[in-house]
């Protein structure tokens, strides 16, 4: 998989954001994606770590498109739960100093955790409980645990456009 594959973090909204809303996701087909997060709502510092961090993992093939149509991330959560990806506020003393985001990961899900006072709880419950679920949850990007699952089918990573959303 290409290294410029990956989801980019960035601090700021765009105009064409919804009132009220901390959190813009647009996907792209090819495994791209554009994640706007409130400027009062995180600091510069977890932006950095988290493009850090998924430049890694998409651009390795740890996690992985699942490309249906345009516009998907704005539709409401479908509710399939297929896996499971948190935000959590973490004390700075039990992270490593110079980390201000550490993934945390095991088949079937990922807990960020995120230097407490470096994103709001605002940001974070937007995150877990609309956008997460989304992504996640709804199987849109999954992980691929490759090294344990050698002998599994691969989920087809572009879908059709009349093909269901679940394989």
């Not at 792209?28 to 400027?39: E, Q, R, V």
């Not at 498109?65 to 973490?90: C, D, K, V």
Request: hydrophobic share 40%.
């Amino acid at each position: 998989m290409s290294e410029y594959y990956s989801a980019i973090y960035h601090r700021g909204l765009p105009s064409h954001c919804p009132p009220g809303q901390l959190v813009l996701v647009e996907d792209h087909d090819g495994a791209w994606a554009d994640i706007f997060l409130h400027h009062d709502h995180v600091r510069p510092e977890v932006v950095w770590d988290f493009n850090w961090l998924t430049r890694h993992q998409i651009g390795n093939g740890l996690w992985q498109q699942r490309w249906t149509h345009p516009g998907r991330m704005q539709e409401p959560i479908e509710g399939h739960n297929i896996a499971q990806s948190t935000w959590e506020l973490y004390p700075a003393h039990k992270l490593p100093r110079d980390r201000f985001v550490l993934p945390v990961e095991h088949q079937g899900s990922c807990a960020w955790l995120i230097r407490k006072h470096f994103c709001t709880t605002a940001l974070r419950d937007e995150m877990n409980n609309r956008v997460l679920k989304r992504i996640a949850g709804d199987a849109l990007w999954i992980q691929y645990w490759y090294r344990y699952q050698a002998s599994a089918p691969r989920l087809p990573l572009r879908l059709p456009p009349a093909a269901p959303a679940l394989v």
